[in-house]
């Protein structure tokens, strides 16, 4: 079974627009790391976030926000005001301390940003 | 730019042949971690190293091979290279990737590996 879902394979919106990536993510830890990368069209990835599993607290970062809600396993990613540089694909990632540092990548959600 | 570094960027290889990617993890890293992407499975782990001995296999092939070495930098062997094993490859590394303790993981930028 998969152990993080991102539903949205792809998304367009227009420059400006508010957008949100949804991860679905299902572990039995307690303990449990999420994380958000982003790989340009360029290829590598880019760490955006990591995020524990006893840190509930919602966080921004400029125009990203990321919201984390254990009742719904779901560590969703929001952009606000976006640009064409934001066109990327977007991966959610978990880790489970008792499995070491291995990470589960979502199949990730390739985000198109209009101008 | 995350600190680590692969190379080659591009290889281009024959089916039946044999190629070595090289990673140089970011000063201070420990753990050397492998991924391989393609559009069908996704990014997908292979295998990570902790200070030189191997510490966590994924989906790793009996055709590939890793080892890390007293300097930390990693190689990543794959050998009878078939068709299907045309994909990104991605080097990360981490501080400790001891267990019990989940570090962020920073990526280099990919060998793209194209088998004719």
């Known amino acids: 079974a998969q152990k993080v879902t991102q539903a949205q394979t792809e998304i367009s919106v227009v420059e400006k627009e508010d957008v949100t990536l949804d991860c679905v993510y299902e572990?039995?830890?307690?303990?449990?790391?999420l994380f958000w990368y982003k790989q340009p069209p360029s290829g590598e990835l880019v760490f955006l976030i990591r995020?524990?599993?006893?840190?509930?607290q919602n966080e921004i970062s400029g125009r990203y926000s990321w919201n984390f809600q254990k009742s719904t396993s779901s560590f969703n990613f929001t952009i606000t005001a976006s640009q064409v540089v934001d066109s990327a694909v977007y991966f959610c990632?978990?880790?489970?301390?008792?499995?070491?540092?291995?990470?589960?990548f979502g199949t990730g959600t390739s985000l198109t940003v209009i101008p | 730019d995350s600190g680590v570094t692969q190379t080659p960027k591009h290889l281009i290889t024959a089916t039946g042949q044999r190629v070595t990617l090289r990673c140089s993890p970011r000063?201070?890293?420990?753990?050397v971690y492998w991924y391989q992407q393609s559009l069908d499975q996704g990014l997908q782990f292979l295998i990570q190293?902790?200070?030189?001995?191997?510490?966590a296999k994924g989906n790793i092939l009996e055709r590939f091979s890793a080892q890390q070495f007293p300097d930390l930098h990693s190689e990543l062997n794959l050998s009878s290279l078939e068709l299907g094993d045309s994909a990104l490859y991605f080097c990360?590394?981490?501080?400790?990737?001891?267990?019990?303790?989940?570090?962020?993981?920073?990526f280099g930028p990919g060998t793209r590996l194209t088998v004719l």
């Open positions: 572990t039995r830890d307690t303990t449990y790391y």
């Open positions: 000063s201070g890293d420990l753990s």
């Open positions: 990632a978990l880790s489970e301390v008792n499995t070491g540092n291995q990470f589960y």
């Open positions: 995020r524990n599993s006893f840190d509930e």
């Open positions: 190293y902790y200070n030189g001995e191997e510490r």
């Open positions: 990360a590394s981490s501080g400790t990737g001891v267990l019990r303790f989940t570090d962020t993981q920073y």
